[in-house]
């Protein structure tokens, strides 16, 4: 397996950062075939071939060989469409409405939500803590290959979107120090201007 890397990202995305996070984004960019597993623990951001229950999510291709499945092994639930993983782009808002315990990343038709193969995002929700998590996908239907590319994961009072990547908190606290620092400055030279 490849090693993960857990890092705070500050905002430097085209997406909107979220002021009150304080998470990371992980980026295991982890590939599996039709005979391998991986296993996510999302409490502690690693991946493994070997499960580590009950924290886990599994990915795998397990009951068919040619159409990979996610799973709950913890108090997950993941965001379906009709009976498959739902799909998300980029700044699309997650949405548990339809939810389920097992899912494919695939239908049988041409029209599904990961058909033919596709990156996109995958939704999952914590039910005990109510952690809202998105999770990167590259699918490659033709060569039976899932990769995780990177996810993260926020309170669900954040409602975080597809690939959003969460602001730790010291940078939303330095930052409105700063903002406050910087009109606290203006005013002062104001008041100087003013007297002169």
Known sequence: ??????KSIAASSLIAPLANATISIVVPNETITS???????????????????PNDILFDFAGNPEKPAI????????????????????????NFTNTTTSARFESDSPNGPWAGGATGYAAVQNLVTSKEIWLHIDYDDANNTLTLLSFAYTDASDNMTAGQIPEPAQTAALMA???????AFRRRRR??????
């Open 191 to 196: 008041l100087i201007d003013f007297k002169n």
């Open 35 to 53: 005979t391998e597993s991986l296993f996510v623990d999302f409490s502690t951001g690693t991946t493994s071939s070997v499960s580590g229950e």
């Open 71 to 94: 799973s709950r092994y913890g108090e997950y639930t993941i965001a379906t469409t009709g009976n498959y993983v739902a799909r998300y782009d980029a700044a699309d808002a997650l």
């Open 177 to 183: 120090v700063i903002a406050g620092s910087a009109a």
């Open 1 to 6: 397996m490849k090693y993960t890397i857990a």
